[in-house]
T-cell receptor
Framework: DGGITQSPKYLFRKEGQNVTLSCEQNLNHDAMYWYRQDPGQGLRLIYYSQIVNDFQKGDIAEGYSVSREKKESFPLTVTSAQKNPTAFYLC????????????FGPGTRLTVT | GDSVTQMEGPVTLSEEAFLTINCTYTATGYPSLFWYVQYPGEGLQLLLK?????DKGSNKGFEATYRKETTSFHLEKGSVQVSDSAVYFC????????????FGKGTRLHILP
């Protein structure tokens, strides 16, 4: 089955701890994205990567970091510098064709207390 | 920059009612337009798309027509069901920007039995 896997579905952390969210895809898509979703605010782009070993900041990159060592994987680290980390995090991919429809994973809900 | 504006929710309708969710956009290039749907606790799924002016996207009884003259892409369905209750996002990808998809803030739809 081709798809995007995000794990875990729910994640709980104490304030001050870094946490890494996993995103894996077997669609052979070139580009991968991380979004944050808060109630009533839609989707906000955190980071994105079009090729291995390269990534760009999105609109709200502060307090987050990413890596793209493999085409299939794009993990997101939420650092202790992120002031309001509790949110629903969505990973997405695009095949890199001219019509940039995105394919989304099921999301990870992070709660920091 | 490019942007998407969609009607604020929540929108509450009775089953079998006619649905319209308005979406307008601004873009400097030649965008492709999308509607995504998000069911509770899940990631987004592509509902339909249109890649050029006057194209009509359709899926699962939903339709939207790409109107360049009014810069609109309104979502319609003739008879909604309880299972259509979800959040709907209008989005565009613009070849000028090439890397990103711009999402609207989402419209929550409640269908009453």
């Amino acid at each position: 089955d081709g798809g995007i896997t995000q794990s875990p579905k729910y994640l709980f952390r104490k304030e001050g701890q870094n946490v890494t969210l996993s995103c894996e895809q077997n669609l052979n898509h070139d580009a991968m994205y991380w979004y944050r979703q808060d109630p009533g605010q839609g989707l906000r782009l955190i980071y994105y990567s079009q090729i291995v070993n390269d990534f760009q900041k999105g609109d709200i990159a502060e307090g987050y970091s990413v890596s793209r060592e493999k085409k299939e994987s794009f993990p997101l680290t939420v650092t202790s510098a992120q002031k309001n980390p509790t949110a629903f995090y969505l990973c997405a991919t695009t095949p890199g064709t001219s019509v940039y429809e995105q394919y989304f994973g099921p999301g990870t809900r992070l709660t920091v207390t | 920059g490019d942007s998407v504006t969609q009607m604020e929710g929540p929108v509450t309708l009775s089953e079998e009612a006619f649905l319209t969710i308005n979406c307008t956009y601004t873009a400097t290039g030649y965008p492709s337009l999308f509607w995504y749907v998000q069911y509770p606790g899940e990631g987004l799924q592509l509902l339909l798309k249109a890649t050029k002016a006057d194209d009509k996207g359709s899926n699962k009884g939903f339709e939207a027509t790409y109107r360049k003259e009014t810069t609109s892409f309104h979502l319609e369905k003739g008879s909604v069901q309880v299972s259509d209750s979800a959040v709907y996002f209008c989005a565009l990808s613009d070849l000028v920007w090439d890397d990103k998809i711009i999402f609207g803030k989402g419209t929550r739809l409640h269908i009453l039995p």
